[in-house]
T-cell receptor, first 118, second 113 residues
Framework: AQKVTQAQTEISVVEKEDVTLDCVYETRDTTYYLFWYKQPPSGELVFLIR??????QNEISGRYSWNFQKSTSSFNFTITASQVVDSAVYFC???????????????FGTGTRLLVSP | DAGVTQSPTHLIKTRGQQVTLRCSPKSGHDTVSWYQQALGQGPQFIFQ???????QRGNFPDRFSGHQFPNYSSELNVNALLLGDSALYLCASSFRFNTDTQYFGPGTRLTVL
């Protein structure tokens, strides 16, 4: 069975602080994808990143960076110099690699609420 | 490029009633998935449709049913509503040969009284 754990329920920071959101996953599959989604108060889940299980390179996109470590089954998300607009609930998710071999569902963690104050 | 759209935005029903939620996928997508998100929880997979057939289903009772139309849009139907069905219902779309990345709509907030 697949499982995603986000142990941090809520994090509060002051603007310009760096913050790391933790994600630990469990899967028996050798090929899988990991995701991060952002859910602002409006409710829509906004796709941030997809990482293939074969690609352990860290990725940076502006103020966002992701650290994928298969050895510890973790896929952590860091926001550098946080801003008030970063306030949202962030979800980590996992899926088997599907493509033309099947249809795949996303398994989500319980989310981490990030509050960035001015 | 239109994203995933859902209607209605909000809905209030009473126990025992039936409800239909609607979703139009992102342009170019042909697969639609439905998720239920209870307050303070992560989304839970309900089912997934492709070529007008249910392809995969999560752990939800038969009261939850769906349909996909030839234009790829989809409906989620819930019969005999329970108080516990109150949640945000999210629709996600993807392309058949890249179903790994799903893009979500704004959701429908269902309240059952």
């Amino acid at each position: 069975a697949q499982k995603v754990t986000q142990a941090q329920t809520e994090i509060s920071v002051v603007e310009k602080e760096d913050v790391t959101l933790d994600c630990v996953y469990e899967t028996r599959d050798t090929t899988y994808y990991l995701f991060w989604y952002k859910q602002p108060p409006s409710g829509e889940l906004v796709f941030l990143i997809r990482r293939n299980s074969f690609d352990e390179q860290n990725e940076i996109s502006g103020r966002y960076s992701w650290n994928f470590q298969k050895s510890t089954s973790s896929f952590n998300f860091t926001i550098t110099a946080s801003q008030v607009v970063d306030s949202a609930v962030y979800f980590c998710a996992l899926t088997r690699r599907g493509g033309n071999t099947g249809f795949q569902k996303l398994v989500f963690g319980t989310g981490t609420r990030l509050l960035v104050s001015p | 490029d239109a994203g995933v759209t859902q209607s209605p935005t909000h809905l209030i029903k009473t126990r025992g009633q039936q409800v239909t939620l609607r979703c139009s996928p992102k342009s170019g997508h042909d697969t639609v998935s439905w998720y239920q998100q209870a307050l303070g929880q992560g989304p839970q997979f309900i089912f997934q449709y492709y070529e007008e057939e249910e392809r995969q289903r999560g752990n939800f009772p038969d009261r939850f049913s769906g349909h996909q139309f030839p234009n790829y849009s989809s409906e989620l139907n819930v019969n005999a509503l329970l108080l516990g069905d109150s949640a945000l219902y999210l629709c996600a779309s993807s392309f058949r040969f890249n179903t790994d990345t799903q893009y979500f709509g704004p959701g429908t907030r269902l309240t059952v009284l």
